[in-house]
C-alpha cells in the first residue's frame, strides 16, 4: 500500500503526504516518470487529493465529524476559484474567528479537516499577519513532527533528482565531476580554538555533499603551526562536532603526512620551482606588493637545498631563510607572487614534538594532503578564490592527482565577531565568562544560548551554495529555533521578585491545594506538573498596575476574579491587591489573562531563579578591518533579572529548554554559586527581541516635578505629565524658503 508521485506534481499534494505520514497506513514513494498522485490501498487505486485524504482519514481515525468535515472538504475545492479580494477577507475573517478558542477545525483533535484545509491557505496568509488564529494554528499544524517528516522527504527527493539531472538550484546542483559512491570531501579545521558558526556551514556542506553521493567525508585537522596549536582543542572540535551530529569516516591530521610533504618540498626545490629565501618579512611584504624579485629568485638548485637543509636542523643560520614557491613576480593575481611554503619554528609539535624544526604552510600542504587522502571535492569559502589558482598550481607542479574546488560563500551576521584574534580579545579581558559565553558565536556558546541542533541544521541547509557576502540578520535562525522548540518546550511560571504584588483571594481555597496540569497543553507528551491553589498570590507589577477597579481578569490554570481593591505606596506603584474568584465568568471576554505563584509557604516553597538576558557584543553591524574592537564594545551586554519561579523547575536537568509563559523561552543553565537556578532567555526570532540594546537611553532622574499647564510664547500650553522634564533637542525655527510659486496662507491661522 503506497502513495506514488512526482516532485513535480501540480498543484503538489501537500495533504496527501502529509496524512500519509501522519497515519502511517501507507509508504510515499517518489517517481519522477510518473504524472499526478495515486493511491494504492487494499485493492483498490485513488488519485484525487481530497479523496485520498478522506480514505487515510477514515483509515486512521481522523475523520472527525463527517458533517462539518464533509464542509471543509467543499471549501477546500472551491479556494483555488476565490479571486474576488472581499470574497477571500470575508473567508479569512470567518476562520480565524472560528479558530480563535478552538486549536483544530473540528473537535478536540487533528482531523482530516486541518489536512485539507492548511495547504490552501499557504498562500493566502503569506502577508495575513493580522489573523493571528489562522496563523497560530497554521504554525502549529506546519510544527507537528509528521508534517515535518513529509516536508523532509519532499526535499529529499528533489534533491535526488536534482542529483540526477543536474538542474536543480540551490545545494541540489551538485558537484562537478562527482561520481556516485566516489565523492570524498574533507573538513579541516585547525587544533587552535573552537569552532564557530561558520565553521558550522562548511562542516555540514561537506556531510551534506558526502552522504548525497553515498561517499565519504574526512575530519582532518590541519596542524602546521605549533605555535597556535594544542592537543585539547582537537577534542574540543570534535566535540562540537559531536553537538552538530557530524562525523566523519575518517579522522586524519596533516602531521601524518609531514615526511611526504617534506621530501615533495624537496623534489620541488630540485625542478627549479621553488627557492629558498632570506628576505626579511617587512621587505618581503613590500616586494611582493610591488612586483619586485627577491635577491634569492635565481639561486642555483644546490644552494637552495642547502638553506633547505640549515632549515631543517633549526640552527641560527636556518631561522633566517623560509622556501618560496617559484610561480610568478607580479601576477596580478598577488597570492602566485612566489609564496613562503615552508619556514622554521623551533616549537615542539603536540603529536611530533621536536622531530621538525621546518613545516610547511597550509597553502601548500593542503593541496598535496588532499591529493593523497583521495579528496575529490575540496569545499573552500570564496575568500580563498583567489588562492585556488595557486592550490592547482601546487598541484601541477608537483604532478599529483586533481581535485575540483567547490566554492561558497562564508557565513557571518550582524554585530557579531568570528575573528578568532577578536574573540580571544574578549575571553583575555574577562568581558565574557569563556569560549562557551552565550553572547559568543562558537558552537558552544550557540548551543548553551539555546539554538538546537535542527534549528541550525535547517538554517545552514536553507542558505544553499549562494556566493553572496552578505552579513545575515539572526531573525531567521532564531524564527526556525522557535518552531523547533515550542512543541516540545515545557510551559513553567515565573514572577520578577522586584515589587511584585500580594493578592488576596476572596473565595480561594482555605488550605493550600495542589492540582495536576499537563506541562503543555497542547502536547501531553511532555508530562505533567503540579500547581500549587492557595487564598494568597504574587504577581507581578507590571500586571497589577494595569488593572482597573472591578476590572474582572482571568488567573491562568484557574479561571477568572474580579478586582475589588488595589493598594498603592508613596511612588504610585501597587503594594496590594484583592480579587474575588468568580470561575463562572467567560475565560473569553476577558482582555488580561495573566500568570501567577501561590504564595510561598514552609511546605510549598517557591524556586529562586535569575533570569538572565544578553546582548550583542558589539555595537556596530559590521566592524571595518581598520576599526578597533575596543572602541565598539557594548558598555553592557549582560542582563540579569531574579525572580520566583514554581518548583516544578526544580525537576529540571541543565541544557533543558522551557517557556515561562508570557516571558519567553529559556535553557537551564544550571545552578550558581549562589544556590539560584540560572535561565537563559532564548530569541524567538522577533525583531524587538533581536534589536541591539546598546546606546539606550539611561534613566533619568526626576528632581522636580512639572508646572501644570505651563506656557510658553512658541509653543503654547504644555499638558500636565508625570513624566520627567527633558530639555528640548532641536528649537522651533520657522522655516524660510525662496520660491516662485505662489504663497498661500495657513489654513490653520
Partial sequence: MSITLS???????????????????????????????????????????????AVLANAGGLAGDSVKTAAYFELAKTLPTLTAIPDIVALLDSLDNHLAYRTFLVGHNITAADFIIAPKFIGFLKNGQQYVHLLRWMSHIESLEPI??????????????????????????????????????????????????????????????????????????????????????????????????????????????????????IRIIKSGKAYADDTEQLQMREERGKGVASAHRDDSIEDNLRHFEEMKTGSPEGLRWCVRAKISVDNQNKTLRDPVIYRCNLIPHHRTGDKWKVYPTYDFACPIVDSLEGVTHALRTNEYRERNAQYQWMIKALGMRGVDIWDFSRLSFIYTLLSKRKLHWFVDNGIVG???????????????????????????????????????????????????????????????KANSVSVTINGGPPAPEVKTLPRHKKNPDVGEKKTVFTSTILVEQEDAISFDDQEEITLMDWGNAIIRSKTTGPSGDVTSLTMDLHLEGDFRKTKKKITWLAQPSKDYPLVDVTLLDYDYLITKKKLEETDDVKDFVTPVSEFREEAFADANVSTLSKGDIIQFERKGYFIFDGTAEDGKLEFIRIPDGRAANLASKAGKPSVVTVEAPVPALETTADAGPVPSSTMYKVAKIYELVKPVSTTKMYTVSNVYE
Avoid: C
Fill in 148 to 265: 515535518q517528516t513529509a516536508l523532509a522527504s519532499l526535499t529529499a527527493a528533489k534533491a535526488n533528482k536534482a542529483r540526477s539531472n543536474k538542474t536543480a538550484a540551490g545545494f541540489a546542483l551538485g558537484l562537478q565531476n562527482a561520481k556516485e559512491g566516489q565523492v570524498v570531501t574533507r573538513f579541516p579545521p585547525e587544533p587552535s580554538g573552537y569552532l564557530h558558526i561558520g565553521h558550522a556551514k562548511a562542516a555540514m556542506l561537506n556531510q551534506y555533499f558526502a552522504k548525497m553521493y553515498n561517499g565519504k567525508m574526512i575530519i582532518r585537522f590541519d596542524d602546521t603551526n605549533p605555535t597556535k596549536e594544542r592537543a585539547e582543542f582537537e577534542e574540543t572540535i570534535l566535540q562540537d562536532l559531536e553537538l552538530l551530529n557530524i562525523r566523519g569516516d575518517k579522522i586524519t591530521h596533516t602531521s601524518d603526512y609531514f615526511d611526504q610533504i617534506y621530501e615533495l618540498a
Fill in 434 to 496: 569563556g569560549w562557551d559565553d552565550p553572547r559568543f558565536p562558537t558552537i558552544r556558546g550557540i548551543r548553551r544560548r539555546g539554538l538546537t541542533v535542527d534549528a541550525l541544521s535547517q538554517f545552514m541547509l536553507a542558505q544553499g551554495p549562494s556566493q553572496a557576502i552578505v552579513s545575515l540578520e539572526w531573525d531567521m535562525i532564531w524564527a526556525i529555533n522557535k518552531k523547533v522548540i515550542d512543541p516540545v518546550a515545557p510551559r513553567f511560571w515565573a514572577i520578577v
Fill in 7 to 53: 516532485t513535480k506534481t501540480s498543484p503538489f499534494p501537500y495533504a496527501s503526504i502529509a496524512i500519509a505520514t501522519y497515519t502511517q497506513k501507507v509508504d510515499i514513494n517518489y517517481d519522477e516518470s510518473v504524472e499526478g498522485v495515486t493511491l494504492d490501498f487494499e485493492g483498490s487505486q485513488v488519485s484525487a487529493d481530497d479523496e485520498i485524504v
